[in-house]
């Protein structure tokens, strides 16, 4: 695994306080001067899904949607995160406290991204600062926190996981850092089921991080650490799967929801309430077969199926459209050419990044771990909705190599600029 770099802890955390703060004055500054259309709170599965459940968890009643049927359609975890605001919303008011605790993530997200940026860039101040600052001005995750949702505290958690997982090295006693870390994959599975198996890439890229080791010592505590991490993410998750069972009489990963999610992002362009993005017209068909017989579509195996079955060229195009997407899309299709012209240089200058780490043996390890975690949201995008928005875990993590490209061009050209006037 990558070593601790000495830093000076001081310098450092006061750079991380700073970064945290900074990211809720432009969080604040962007709800001051936005237009008022657009700061009208968008998601529909808030207004009928999140927050009825939390009041109805406040009150004490039991956990039910507003339908009467039992709360399966989402985890619990953003609507018991949501109770507590509202609880707290009781004493200084609802409004203000949905605004605290929106900025408190926002505030947490841009620390942790510093964190790890520090982790990743070897200890390098200026290379942190960079990624750091690129994320607090980062527009998509500015309009995503324009309204309480459940992938602010999944930030939260999904980085916290990942700085846990960075300092099993150092960490004393291991096995409880790893335990932690395995914890918090959980909580975070249990806000937005995408996390589901996210102690999986973590557990793999401890292992091959050691695995040229003979058995024992760094490669048998390795193996001992992923399994903790795991075991600890399943600990987590196992109540709340217990409860769902008990409820539905099923087994359901985590919610009620992946087969909707599927299907959402199989008929982008067979919606007929909108005029869907362009698409090939061979995966356009195929969409609109989905859409006419949904029915036929239970999960991932049956849409592989289903598709290959009336046009294996066709898929393939569907998946190469949903991997592309997945980068820029947005669920109401507005802004996309913007995104897309924005998401073009960061993602060529964080790979750039993770090329440039790869070069340097003792960071391999770090950018096995960014890739590994990105490939993993990406590929879950893909299978669903692909749209940026389930991309935001990857796109904090490539703050990291993308800061240090920064810094190293900003080395060059202050080398130049003190060349030329000399």
Known sequence: MTPAVSTRRGSAGHHTLGVALLAMFVQGAFLALAPDGWLRNESADYRSFYEPVARALLDGGPLVDPEGQPAVRYPIGFPALLAVVFGVGRIVG?????????????????????????????????????????????????????????ELPFLVLVLGAGLLWWRLPTASPRLGAAVACGALCGAAALVRPAAILLAVPLAVVLVVAQWGEEWGGARRRAVLLAGALLAAQLAVMAPWLLWTHDA?????????????????????????????????????????????????????????????????????????????????????????????????????????????????PPRRTAVLVVVALSLYFWALTVVVLSILRYMMPAMALLMAPLGLVLAEASMVLRARLRGARA
């Open 94 to 150: 609802e409004g203000l406290a949905l605004q605290l605790f929106t900025l408190a993530c926002v505030g947490a997200t841009a620390a942790l991204v510093h964190r790890l940026a520090l982790r990743f860039c070897g200890g390098r101040r200026d290379a942190a600062l960079f990624g750091a600052l690129a994320w607090c001005g980062y527009p998509p995750y500015l309009w995503l926190a324009k309204q309480p949702n459940s």
């Open 248 to 360: 539905t009489g099923r087994w359901m990963p985590l919610s009620s929801g992946g087969r909707l999610s599927l299907l959402d992002g199989l008929t982008v362009s067979a919606k007929e309430e909108r005029d869907g993005p362009w698409v090939p017209p061979r995966v356009d068909a195929l969409m609109h077969a989905v859409a006419a017989e949904r029915r036929s579509v239970r999960g991932p195996v049956d849409a592989v199926g289903f598709l290959w079955a009336r046009d294996a060229v066709g898929t393939v195009q569907l998946v190469a459209v949903k991997a592309v997407r997945s980068w820029y899309a947005t669920d109401s299709l507005r802004f996309e050419r913007w995104l897309a012209l924005l998401q073009a240089p960061i993602l060529a200058l964080a790979a750039l990044g993770l090329w440039r780490g790869w070069r340097d």
